[in-house]
């Protein structure tokens, strides 16, 4: 990698291809144009590769994933990609019994999905049913032509629920899902884009479950360890420190404008979020739809908090370290995030939606606090005295602005999602998790959509 503080360089003048963004979706793309011998840099406006996923080595040695963390068996293009690279991975801790805390303090431990005798479970699992059966008939190649994109696009998924779910507890399950898997409240996203996200990973229960699941297993190293190992590939192709400010598209190419100076390409990879991609400037403008796809796609509200023990003393308990807390408490959901060799005791915990609005205006102090009390509340007086406590909000990262990924509203889809999801401008290409068609909003996704753009890009060239 190149331009770091060690090692500072300058820019090329011209190459064949600019990818924006060091994220998966980035290193993905210029990976595939590399392996075929394309010409291409990537110029990534921080310090690091990664992106949203964000590996640290804590002083006990302990590595915690402060973003992206874990991948599913169906996660084929993560997977290979860990493979080629030779990042191993090992299993979610997943025995014993999970705790669910209900906002009157009553506690149940269940195994499964939840508790068969929880208030609300079946009336839960039938409309996780009935999400389903919609989710099957979305198109993911192009999603603007699945049949009812304009009815189900037109309403709030709160709304729905409570059109379709009578049990106010089933409801509060959904909402508890809804903002655990999107990070945002059921009443700012569309019906249309959580029945697509269901279809894109596979089912409901893909997003939920650990086994055979989204979130079945880690990376011994953190799930960074690849992105690290594909940028030391690319070598000094990567220039970190460059942010791109502004870009046009000439008769002949694309000009870049970066914090550390131009380059010119004949082609572009925007592998950003949507966020990211409203500060940089674009002349001639973007088409109408992609700037409104853009604007209207919002990133989620998300925190993610550790708690680093001298061991897993749950597993002694019986329980597997996972925890749902449903009502004002600001943790939304536990898990054991220990290491392979259960050498510490991890716990890491998620803020999203409104909770984590008021949880991050609070002192450094009152956040520790309300997270560990929440903590003893599950777990008992052990879980008072972290050796280590880490927290990260992601609304307050400087270049992705929330996660875990971007949700367009209510109507985006379909008034602007068919040329203004993914469609090339031109010169320019999209990549990034977001317009993925499989593992949207994933590592998983952002890999793909990398590979497809390069795809789009030597087509491109070879005309
Ligand atoms: C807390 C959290 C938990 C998550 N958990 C999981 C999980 O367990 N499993 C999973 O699969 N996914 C998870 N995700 C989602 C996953 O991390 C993302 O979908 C994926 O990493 C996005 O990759 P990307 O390359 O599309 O975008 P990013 O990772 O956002 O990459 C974009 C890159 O562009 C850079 N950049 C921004 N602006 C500029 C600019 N102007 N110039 C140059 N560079 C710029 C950024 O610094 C960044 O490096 C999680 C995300 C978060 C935040």
Redesign the pocket.
């Known amino acids: 990698m190149t331009n770091t503080k060690d090692h500072p360089t300058a820019l090329p003048a011209r190459v064949r291809t600019v990818v924006?963004?060091?994220?998966?979706?980035?290193l993905s793309a210029a990976l595939s144009l590399h392996d075929d011998g394309i010409d291409t840099v990537i110029?990534?406006?921080?310090e690091r590769?990664?992106?949203?996923?964000c590996s640290e080595r804590r002083s006990h040695g302990v590595v915690v994933d402060h973003?992206?963390?874990?991948?599913g068996p169906t996660?084929k293009h993560l997977l290979a990609l860990a493979e080629r690279f030779d990042c191993p991975t090992f299993p979610t801790y997943n025995t014993g019994e999970h705790i669910e805390l209900w906002p009157d303090g009553v506690q149940r431990r269940y195994t499964g999905a939840g508790p068969d005798d929880g208030p609300g479970m079946p009336e839960y699992l039938a409309a996780a049913d009935r999400i389903d059966e919609l989710a099957r008939t979305i198109d993911l190649d192009d999603p603007t032509a699945t049949p009812d994109i304009e009815k189900w696009d037109s309403e709030t998924v709160h709304s729905y629920f409570e059109r379709t779910v009578a049990n106010e507890d089933a409801r509060r399950r959904l909402a508890l899902a809804v903002q655990g898997v999107w990070s945002i409240e059921p009443r700012d996203l569309s019906l249309f884009h959580l029945l697509f996200y269901v279809a894109s990973a596979g089912g409901f229960n893909q997003l939920m479950e650990t086994e055979g699941c989204?979130q079945e297993r880690r990376f011994r190293d953190g799930a960074q360890s690849t992105a690290l190992a594909v940028a030391h590939h690319l070598g000094d192709r990567v220039h970190l420190n460059?942010?791109?400010?502004h870009i046009e598209r000439t008769t002949d190419g694309v000009r870049i404008e970066t914090s550390r100076g131009t380059i010119l390409a004949d082609t572009v990879v925007m592998?950003?979020?949507p966020s990211?991609t409203q500060?940089?400037t674009f002349a001639p403008p973007l088409p109408v739809s992609r700037t409104r796809w853009v604007e209207r796609s919002p990133m989620g509200d998300?925190a993610?908090v550790h708690a680093v023990f001298d061991t897993p003393f749950w597993r002694a308990d019986g329980l597997s370290g996972q925890a749902t807390i449903y009502g004002a408490r600001a943790v939304g959901v536990v898990f054991d995030n220990s290491p392979e060799d259960a050498g510490h005791g991890v716990l890491v915990c998620f803020v999203y939606g409104d909770r984590q609005r008021s949880w991050s205006a609070l002192s450094d102090d009152d956040r520790r606090a309300a997270i560990i009390d929440t903590l003893v509340e599950l777990f008992g007086d052990r879980a008072a005295s972290p050796v280590d406590y880490t927290e990260k909000i992601?609304p307050q990262d400087r270049?992705?602005r929330g996660?875990?990924?971007a949700s367009p509203t209510p109507g985006t889809w379909f008034a602007h999602g068919h040329d203004g999801w993914r469609a090339p401008a031109d010169r320019i290409h999209w990549a990034?998790?977001e317009t993925a068609s499989i593992w949207n909003?994933?590592?998983?996704?952002?890999i793909s959509?990398g590979s497809r753009a390069a795809e789009e890009i030597r087509k491109q060239l070879s005309r």
């Open positions: 924006v963004g060091a994220g998966y979706a980035g110029l990534e406006g921080s590769v990664g992106g949203r996923v973003g992206g963390q874990w991948v996660q989204a460059t942010a791109v400010r592998a950003l979020p990211a500060r940089v998300v993610k992601w270049w992705a996660g875990y990924a990034g998790s909003g994933y590592i998983d996704g952002a959509s």
